[in-house]
């Protein structure tokens, strides 16, 4: 569509019921995918940004369209960051307010969002390796490596799959039998209320890498979410009643985080000279802003003061005043629960083993972390307005907990992903 036909629709909504439910969201969608979110004529975003004030209900429609405009015009506002970059609200992954911990059909409502994003991304390089989609054209991979994609893609999306009890048998005789194994799975999955992932991809350019990036960004939320919530669990099981849901939790946390480095393995794939590329235009929007990864590192232990007075928590304010107003932490928590001689013996040892493993998955994220880092970005800054790597070197080898360390022990050091 024209950019004429593309504003001929929107005056035609806004003059019309203006109804959330009627928004051509394809068309906008279309619009800024033909050039990238950080290229889309301003008269276009102008349009937009009149649209949004026209939106006032508070039903469900009228959010999903707030929600969608917010992330469309984050640029334009001023307000671009991690958050909006991801679209982290129209996933509608937890904020990081306080909620119940998560029952079975919590974790099985993340494990779904983690296959539906990893599947996606595969299935966006089929059909562009096929050459049945023009969306993100520069850079395309070549064959080696979009065949690469869909089987660590399957493999990433494998723990997630088992554990909604979906263990496929993947016929893996060729890249594009691998990837529509997958597909075949989630289209079976029941989606009834889960968010849609169609308005969640805009990219800021057209470079092909960045729907990887950008899925694969997203999947790591949903999982850092998953941990927040459990190690919250464990604060709550620890500090009240009998200790074996904390052991559990610890070890479902351990468990989310590390099969989910398969997630590391799939990015790895991506072109280094095409994030480049992209990069360009995502300054201001770092995962350092992500509060789902700070949470997960407060809720284990409480910061020191120089880290939370740094960057590292000045670029998450939110979870910064939870950390300053006592946000109760898994160390506090197990060192009461000892102090006042609730956990025996073989329970204190099962906590401490459960928390040792989850300190060493943690630390083997950082690791694979760092690695990833320094092979896609080099010497350059971050852009979240570190020095980049060495900021990342840095912060590795911060402890988990105080009270327990990680376990197996392992020798500190960058590993390649
Ligand atoms: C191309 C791949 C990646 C590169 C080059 C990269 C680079 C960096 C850099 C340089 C920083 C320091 C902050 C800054 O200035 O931006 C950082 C922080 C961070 N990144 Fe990545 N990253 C990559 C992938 C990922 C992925 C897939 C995740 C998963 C969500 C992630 C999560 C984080 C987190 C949580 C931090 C904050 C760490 C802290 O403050 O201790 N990164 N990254």
Not at 192 to 221: K, N, W
Not at 246 to 258: F, H, I, P, S, T
Request: glycine residues 8%; neutral net charge.
């Amino acid at each position: 569509m024209s950019r004429c036909g593309f504003v001929r629709e929107l005056t035609s909504w806004s003059a019309g019921a203006a109804d959330p439910d009627e928004f051509p969201y394809d068309q906008v969608v279309d619009a800024f995918h033909r050039v990238g979110k950080h290229f889309v004529d301003k008269e276009l975003l102008a349009r937009l940004d009149e649209t949004r004030a026209r939106v006032t209900g508070h039903d469900e429609p009228a959010r999903l369209l707030r929600d969608f405009l917010d992330v469309a015009l984050d640029k334009w506002d001023g307000r671009y960051d991690y958050r909006s970059y991801l679209a982290l609200r129209l996933l509608r992954l937890p904020d990081g307010t306080d909620g119940p911990p998560p029952d079975a059909e919590a974790r099985r409502a993340r494990d779904r969002l983690v296959v539906r994003l990893v599947a996606d991304a595969v299935s966006f390089e089929l059909s562009a390796a096929a050459r049945v989609t023009g969306l993100l054209p520069e850079q395309r991979p070549g064959r080696a490596v979009v065949a690469k994609r869909c089987r660590l893609g399957v493999r990433a999306a494998l723990p997630a799959l088992t554990r909604l009890g979906l263990d496929p048998k993947i016929d893996d005789t060729t890249p594009a039998t691998t990837a529509t194994t997958l597909s075949a799975v989630v289209a079976g999955l029941d989606t009834t209320g889960d968010p849609s992932l169609r308005l969640s991809m805009l990219p800021v350019h057209v470079t092909h890498d960045e729907y990887l990036f950008i899925r694969v960004l997203q999947a790591y939320e949903c999982v850092f979410a998953g941990v927040a919530d459990e190690l919250r669990g464990v604060v709550a099981a620890l500090g009240a009643g009998p200790p074996a849901p904390a052991v559990e939790r610890l070890g479902y946390a351990r468990d989310l985080l590390g099969t989910a480095g398969s997630l590391f393995s799939l990015l790895a794939t991506m072109q280094p000279a095409a994030f480049q590329t992209f990069r360009q235009y995502t300054e201001g929007a770092s995962a350092i802003q992500s509060r789902s990864y700070k949470l997960v590192e407060s809720l284990c232990r409480t910061p020191a003061p120089e880290r939370l007075d740094s960057v590292a928590y000045r670029s998450v304010p939110e979870v910064r005043a939870r950390v300053r107003d006592g946000q109760p932490t898994v160390d506090e928590a197990y060192r009461r629960a000892v102090h006042e001689g609730r956990l025996d013996d073989p329970t204190r040892r099962l906590v401490e083993t459960g928390m040792g493993r989850f300190a060493e998955a943690l630390a083997q994220w950082r690791r694979t972390h760092y690695g990833v880092a320094v092979r896609m970005l080099g010497r350059r800054p971050g852009t979240g307005y570190t020095e980049g790597t060495p900021y990342l070197a840095a912060v590795r080898d911060l402890p988990v907990f105080d009270a327990v360390e990680p376990y197996p022990s392992r020798p500190t050091g960058g590993r390649p992903a």
